[in-house]
T-cell receptor, first 114, second 111 residues
């Protein structure tokens, strides 16, 4: 039973480019969450999605960031026109519909903007 | 979600028990206590959770006070690989709630 899969593990982008981070939840999990961890800081919630719906995006920056979780395929976190301040580790987590302790994190994508 | 307070750092000798405290004095009746840890550069890892009874699994034990205002995570025989940041989180059980991570406790297990 594969865990939460994130790819790529490391991503380097030049300022102004787009970054696409992918997250495949655990089998049977229909809830996906994205978190960001800036260097030497704690994890901050960004967005919570269910299939084809954004449930809570209160932690998402208003500009340049978007997320989706289509009916088929992985969840995507998209950052347009990246800036150096976007350099961080981005973690995805998933949980089953009936929820609780089954909240499982992936290994993260480390984005470096040069 | 209720706020939690943890010491920023602790040391523990290898092979000894590590006792990590957490205060959650504003916890409400439907909120569980969850513990996660983050080993350097990895994704957070679930450890254990409980409502009001003490809990034990293969990783750790969780002791919750009778008034539920504080709890202690116990790693019975700490190893060097237990060096990590440990997060105490209080939240309702059902899915749909994000986890709110505080500063956690940075546990350093020393040989």
């Amino acid at each position: 039973n594969a865990g939460v899969m994130q790819n790529p593990r490391h991503l380097v982008r030049r300022r102004g480019q787009e970054a696409r981070l992918r997250c495949s939840p655990m089998k049977g999990h229909s809830h996906v969450y994205w978190y960001r961890q800036l260097p030497e800081e704690g994890l901050k919630f960004m967005v919570y999605l269910q299939k084809e719906n954004i449930i809570d995006e209160s932690g998402m920056p208003k500009e340049r960031f978007s997320a989706e979780f289509p009916k088929e395929g992985p969840s995507i976190l998209r950052i347009q026109q990246v800036v150096r301040g976007d350099s961080a580790a981005y973690f995805c987590a998933s949980s089953p519909s009936q929820g609780g302790y089954g909240y499982t994190f992936g290994s993260g994508t480390r984005l470096t903007v040069v | 979600d209720a706020k939690t307070t943890q010491p920023p750092s602790m040391d523990c000798a290898e092979g000894r028990a590590a006792n990590l405290p957490c205060n959650h004095s504003t916890i409400s009746g439907n909120e569980y206590v969850y513990w996660y840890r983050q080993i350097h550069s990895q994704g957070p890892q679930y450890i254990i959770h409980g409502l009001k009874n003490n809990e034990t699994n293969e990783m750790a034990s969780l002791i919750i006070t009778e008034d539920r205002k504080s709890s202690t995570l116990i790693l019975p025989h700490a190893t060097l690989r237990d060096t990590a940041v440990y997060y105490c989180i209080v939240r309702p059980y059902h899915a749909g709630n994000m986890l709110t991570f505080g500063g956690g406790t940075r546990l350093m297990v020393k040989p």
